[in-house]
């Protein structure tokens, strides 16, 4: 490994003179994206636990008789659960970040990130939103039987034009946020390195 990898920032900063970013805003940045992705992962751990802990109150309560609200609520409880541990796996990453590292540990720390962040935001999320949509259709089918068909009708349609809105409108919209944020502190810590190896 080269030598210049090896270099904190904080040497960089004093040695560096030609138009290199300014490394303190940088650290911040690094330090405002850690603790939004450490707060975004925390309140998807406790919005999907209370939700799961709401879906088991419903079961035990209301004693579903279908066989397909149960397994509508196995499923359900089922896809949250599994993207939940998928999504967990970025707590090391972001931990990993570390003020005391070097420029190119920086940058792998990130680059590695953004492989993780594209699974879960590709694959993780579109198995999520199949299986979720899968669980929530069985488990309204009960309730939907009892009604008119105009009302079935309705409670379907409402929920899964919620759904495809949030697939569509709302998914697409936060990764194109966290990949920008994501993509510039990259751009920033490639700049740095190509700026070591000059």
Known sequence: MN?????DF????KK????QPDMKDLLERVGKFKKAALKSLWFANILLFATSVFIIFIWIYYQPQFISTKIG???TLLAMVIYLVIYNRLLKNYNHIDAEQSNHDYLQKLIEIKKKQQFLQTKMMSFYFIALTLGICLYMYEYASRMSLLGASLTYGITLLWILFN????RPKQIK???SKLNSLIEKF?????????
Do not use: C, M, P
């Not at 904080?10 to 900063?13: E, G």
């Not at 560096?16 to 138009?19: A, E, I, L, W």
């Not at 697939?167 to 709302?170: A, D, E, G, H, N």
């Open 10 to 13: 904080k040497d960089l900063w």
């Open 16 to 19: 560096q003179t030609v138009s």
């Open 3 to 7: 030598n210049d990898n090896n270099i």
């Open 167 to 170: 697939w569509f409108y709302i």
């Open 177 to 179: 946020k966290q990949q």
């Open 190 to 198: 490639e700049e740095v390195n190509n700026q070591l190896e000059s």
């Open 73 to 75: 609520i196995v499923v």
